[in-house]
């Protein structure tokens, strides 16, 4: 089984997606980090999205991997590296809407995500997920909110993540920001599968959401 919870950023998705996984005792596809994990490698050895030859190495060397440490959380690997802390920051969020735009990058990483859940049970959750990568998934859902409800819980999980007051308002910027590169690239834009089940968190509290798509796909 399939199934794919798209949407723009801080719409909860990843809470989401994370729990509905463990409910139903299937594994979690975080493609977003993918994205994050290739821009924080390109970054730290200063290569530009516009290099096409060495994004092809990078490519070919970068190995991603999603496991739970000891204590049962999730952590993301890049060749080995813990980076999960890392690859949330707004800076690393932004390039990797960059390199997200990159017919090469994307291509690469759509066939990683593909052999990741190839016959096995999966809850994938991302921004093309539904539309470009699984179009045959059984169960597509498209979580949204109103730009500044999802700014402020942004600046809530950096908050918790970092101990930082972040300014709302600069946040708010960068998704709206985030939010015209993601809908208006020409590779796989953001939008909802025709027969994605679209969902407003605006008002609802995670454990809603999750009911609310755990009901339809049982």
Do not use: W
């Not at 999205?49 to 991997?65: F, M, N, P, R, Y």
């Not at 308002?169 to 998704?175: G, M, Q």
């Amino acid at each position: 089984m399939l199934i794919t919870i798209d949407g723009p950023s801080g719409v909860g998705k990843g809470t989401v997606a994370r729990i509905i996984a463990e409910k139903l005792n299937i594994k979690y596809l975080d493609s977003g980090a993918m994205y994050r994990a290739l821009a924080l490698y390109a970054d730290l050895n200063n290569i530009k999205e516009d290099d096409t030859e060495k994004l092809k190495k990078l490519l070919i060397d970068i190995h991603i991997q999603f496991i739970k440490n000891e204590d049962g959380e999730d952590k993301v690997l890049l060749n080995t590296d813990d980076v999960t802390d890392e690859i949330r920051t707004n800076e690393i969020s932004k390039l990797a809407s960059k390199y997200a735009s990159i017919e090469i990058v994307r291509g690469i990483l759509r066939e990683m995500q593909k052999r990741m859940i190839r016959n096995k049970d999966y809850v994938a959750e991302g921004r093309d997920m539904g539309t470009y990568v699984f179009p045959e998934a059984n169960f597509k859902f498209y979580l949204d909110a109103d730009p500044y409800i999802r700014a402020e819980r942004r600046a809530l999980q950096l908050k918790e993540m970092l101990g930082i007051k972040f300014n709302i308002e600069k946040i708010l910027n960068e998704i709206n920001e985030r939010d015209n590169l993601d809908k208006t690239r020409e590779l796989c834009p953001l939008h909802p599968a025709e027969d994605a089940i679209i969902i407003d968190t605006s008002n609802l509290n995670v454990n809603e959401v999750v009911d609310e798509i755990y009901k339809k796909v049982k």
